[in-house]
């Protein structure tokens, strides 16, 4: 089988690695890492992409995105299937399994991750800061009017001063996938954790998910699309599921 995958960037290193392995065809398209700040737009890029798919000779299309902000909301496939993990973001694919990352959010939900290839991608010359638990929309809306207008320093000795991000977070983990070395990404976690007064862990990814993504081995933790159907939301621990395509500019679906 021919599969293609799109995938965000910051997931490089374990998917090639994985590629390789599989014993399907896999091709695979990286888009940028700053499209998650625009859902909207990746949502339009991701939906391109599938399309393409059945005319590139693709049998299935694997997209390697959680929610993303809701960006694979209502993505559709028209021609092949489309499988999708049950993931609310990209970490629940670093740790393995929903289970684990529910568990390391309850343990302590106020957790900063660090990833060798999403640290090292960060096409935002204004954003050092990793990826972020919880809800912290506003907290970084605010550093962000903050080094549009002071610069990056500045805005970091404001957040700092008011005690914002101890207020919201206690710990910066680094999350090793085994590909790849890490090793300076990990010391800057080290040291934005002593920086800030937090807890530091280094934690073992697993590659379980993404291998089964291009294996094809779409058991419960993905959700397959038929063409002629689109992802929905659910709102709950299944996160994702199928629905009648709505065509656009059309109020009926597709059944």
């Given at each position: 089988?021919?599969?293609?995958?799109?995938?965000?960037?910051?997931?490089?290193?374990?998917?090639?690695?994985?590629?390789?392995?599989?014993?399907?065809?896999?091709?695979?398209?990286?888009?940028?890492?700053?499209?998650?700040?625009?859902?909207?737009?990746?949502?339009?890029?991701?939906?391109?992409?599938i399309d393409q798919a059945a005319g590139e000779g693709c049998q299935a299309v694997v997209l390697a995105y959680g929610l993303c902000g809701q960006a694979t909301a209502a993505l559709a496939a028209r021609e092949i299937p489309l499988v999708v993990p049950k993931a609310h973001d990209c970490i629940t694919l670093?740790?393995?399994?929903?289970?684990?990352?529910?568990?390391?959010?309850?343990?302590?939900?106020?957790t900063y991750w660090y990833m060798l290839d999403y640290m090292e991608r960060n096409d935002d010359p204004n954003s050092s800061l990793a990826l972020g638990t919880g809800s912290d929309v506003d907290m970084r809306a605010e550093?962000?009017?903050?080094?549009?207008?002071?610069?990056?320093?500045?805005?970091d000795y404001l957040m700092e001063v008011m005690g914002a991000w101890r207020a919201h977070y206690s710990r910066a983990a680094y999350i090793d996938m085994g590909v790849g070395d890490g090793r300076e990404i990990e010391a800057q976690t080290q040291a934005e954790a002593s920086r800030?007064?937090?807890?530091?862990?280094?934690i073992a990814g697993d590659l379980v998910l993404i291998r089964k993504l291009l294996d094809g081995d779409w058991s419960e933790d993905f959700l397959v699309v038929q063409p002629g159907r689109q992802v929905g939301m659910t709102y709950d621990d299944e996160v994702i599921n199928s629905q009648p395509?709505?065509?656009?500019?059309?109020?009926?679906?597709?059944?």
């Amino acid at each position: 089988m021919r599969i293609k995958c799109i995938a965000c960037e910051v997931l490089a290193r374990p998917l090639y690695w994985c590629a390789a392995q599989s014993p399907h065809i896999v091709d695979i398209t990286l888009l940028k890492r700053g499209l998650h700040n625009h859902p909207a737009k990746l949502r339009e890029r991701l939906q391109t992409e599938i399309d393409q798919a059945a005319g590139e000779g693709c049998q299935a299309v694997v997209l390697a995105y959680g929610l993303c902000g809701q960006a694979t909301a209502a993505l559709a496939a028209r021609e092949i299937p489309l499988v999708v993990p049950k993931a609310h973001d990209c970490i629940t694919l670093f740790l393995g399994s929903r289970e684990r990352y529910r568990a390391q959010f309850d343990q302590c939900p106020g957790t900063y991750w660090y990833m060798l290839d999403y640290m090292e991608r960060n096409d935002d010359p204004n954003s050092s800061l990793a990826l972020g638990t919880g809800s912290d929309v506003d907290m970084r809306a605010e550093y962000d009017r903050y080094v549009e207008k002071y610069g990056q320093d500045n805005a970091d000795y404001l957040m700092e001063v008011m005690g914002a991000w101890r207020a919201h977070y206690s710990r910066a983990a680094y999350i090793d996938m085994g590909v790849g070395d890490g090793r300076e990404i990990e010391a800057q976690t080290q040291a934005e954790a002593s920086r800030r007064g937090w807890k530091y862990e280094n934690i073992a990814g697993d590659l379980v998910l993404i291998r089964k993504l291009l294996d094809g081995d779409w058991s419960e933790d993905f959700l397959v699309v038929q063409p002629g159907r689109q992802v929905g939301m659910t709102y709950d621990d299944e996160v994702i599921n199928s629905q009648p395509w709505i065509r656009p500019g059309s109020e009926t679906a597709d059944r």
